[in-house]
């Protein structure tokens, strides 16, 4: 079956980079998705990227595909206290179809 | 606006007890779908649906049960609620047709608890 795995937490401090990884095992993952949940809130879509593509930014985004390795990471630049939250990456086989979400790793940033 | 609404928020209910959480979109997608959220878990998929009259079992699906008789719905039913069934539970859905990614929409969540 998929599986999708994330390390748990990241600590960093505000203006720093943060890099969240994420590994996945089915080779047929068309999308691969960023989530963000912040306390006691839904689902919030940060990006996405197609399995063709090795790179995706957006703003203070950015995506990394490796897809020999099944890697996926999300940094965010200058890092601010905002961005304090769960993130998710989650793939699916196609657009719309359900998805599977890796563990989440929580995002603390410090002063 | 479309939107997509949960509810209750939360809920409180004995061992045993049925319980339905409802789901009630108004984006006109096909697609519905029912996670729930477990520490250590992430999100995992309990049932969905791909239109009118159709359902399919996900990962999780075992004491549950949804039905779709319209496309505005998807109800999420817990057959006998058990302790481990507590949980926090996102309903979401998609348009196969809409811009990937941005054609799916999360609810806010029912927190429920079993005792």
């Known amino acids: 079956g998929e599986d999708v795995e994330q390390s748990l937490f990241l600590s960093v401090r505000e203006g720093d980079s943060s890099v969240i990884n994420c590994t996945y095992t089915d080779s047929s993952s068309t999308y691969l998705y960023w989530y963000k949940q912040e306390p006691g809130a839904g689902l919030q879509l940060l990006t996405y990227i197609f399995s063709n593509m090795d790179m995706k930014q957006d703003q203070r985004l950015t995506v990394l595909l490796n897809k020999k390795d099944k890697h996926l990471s999300l940094r965010i630049a200058d890092t601010q206290t905002g961005d304090s939250a769960i993130y998710f990456c989650a793939e699916s086989q196609s657009s719309g179809d359900k998805l599977t979400f890796g563990t989440g790793t929580r995002l603390a940033v410090r002063p | 606006d479309a939107e997509i609404t949960q509810s209750p928020r939360h809920k409180i209910t004995e061992t045993g007890r049925q319980v339905t959480l409802a789901c009630h979109q108004t984006w006109n997608h096909n697609n ?67 811009l990937a990614g941005y054609g799916y929409t999360f609810g806010s969540g029912t927190r429920l608890t079993v005792v």
């Open chain 2, 32 to 98: 519905m779908f029912w996670y729930r959220q477990d520490l250590g878990h992430g999100l995992r998929l309990i049932h969905y649906s791909y239109g009118v009259q159709d359902t399919n079992k996900g990962e999780v699906s075992d004491g549950y049960s949804v039905s779709r008789s319209n496309t505005e719905d998807l109800p999420l039913t817990l057959e006998s609620a058990a302790s481990s069934q507590t949980s926090v539970y996102f309903c979401a859905s998609s348009n196969a047709k809409g």
